[in-house]
T-cell receptor, first 113, second 111 residues
Framework: QKEVEQDPGPLSVPEGAIVSLNCTYS??????FMWYRQYSRKGPELLMY????GNKEDGRFTAQVDKSSKYISLFIRDSQPSDSATYLC?????????????FGTGTQLKVEL | EAGVAQSPRYKIIEKRQSVAFWCNPI?????LYWYQQILGQGPKLLIQ????????DSQLPKDRFSAERLKGVDSTLKIQPAKLEDSAVYLC?????????FGPGTRLTVT
């Protein structure tokens, strides 16, 4: 079993839709949760960053973490064609020596006009 | 602020050949990471440096992969000899705190 599970999609939605992207994980030691956006042939770009449980909002993006269920979500409101990309969840443990990220496989999102 | 720089962007080699990738992190970022991203998968950490010391290389195939970070700034990742399964994008990232910033990657094709 992988430590982080993510539905690879592809997910296709019309412009303006609310998008829900999710990841589950098995290791309760994870404390930091991130969402990265990756456009084709580009490196991942950090979108949202959450420590422990709770919600965090940034513009059209909302990240939720439910540690009791080992489940994290990213919501995108009023989706735009420019949101078309692969979305990667990533998480890390509290460690003294660094910040090793464990990634999901990524969900490919396409927002259509 | 300049981002993480990587070169080359693309490389095609034959199996059993050697290849090297270069990374220049964001200025002032003490921690540097090399990831391997195989098509359709998330990035997998190969090695992590703190300044010029190795913090984690547990997933680096040490029989063929090596990495160094001279003077705590630039880093080089080498593969020798390459195998077909090494075809992937090699991403370099640097961080301050827990936020990692990625470069554009080097796409390696081994034929």
């Amino acid at each position: 079993q992988k430590e982080v599970e993510q539905d690879p999609g592809p997910l296709s939605v019309p412009e303006g839709a609310i998008v829900s992207l999710n990841c589950t994980y098995s290791n309760s030691a994870f404390q930091y949760f991130m969402w990265y956006r990756q456009y084709s042939r580009k490196g991942p770009e950090l979108l949202m960053y959450t420590y422990s449980s709770g919600n965090k909002e940034d513009g059209r993006f909302t990240a939720q973490v439910d540690k009791s269920s080992k489940y994290i979500s990213l919501f995108i409101r009023d989706s735009q064609p420019s949101d078309s990309a692969t979305y990667l969840c990533a998480m890390s443990k509290l460690t003294g020596g660094g910040n090793k990220l464990t990634f999901g496989t990524g969900t490919q999102l396409k927002v259509e006009l | 602020e300049a981002g993480v720089a990587q070169s080359p962007r693309y490389k095609i080699i034959e199996k059993r050949q050697s290849v090297a990738f270069w990374c220049n992190p964001i200025s002032g970022h003490a921690t540097l990471y090399w990831y391997q991203q195989i098509l359709g998968q998330g990035p997998k950490l190969l090695i992590q440096f703190q300044n010029n010391g190795v913090v984690d290389d547990s997933q680096l195939p040490k029989d063929r992969f090596s990495a160094e970070r001279l003077k705590g700034v630039d880093s080089t990742l080498k593969i020798q000899p390459a195998k077909l399964e090494d075809s992937a994008v090699y991403l370099c990232a640097s961080s301050v705190g827990y936020e990692q910033y990625f470069g554009p990657g080097t796409r390696l094709t081994v034929t």
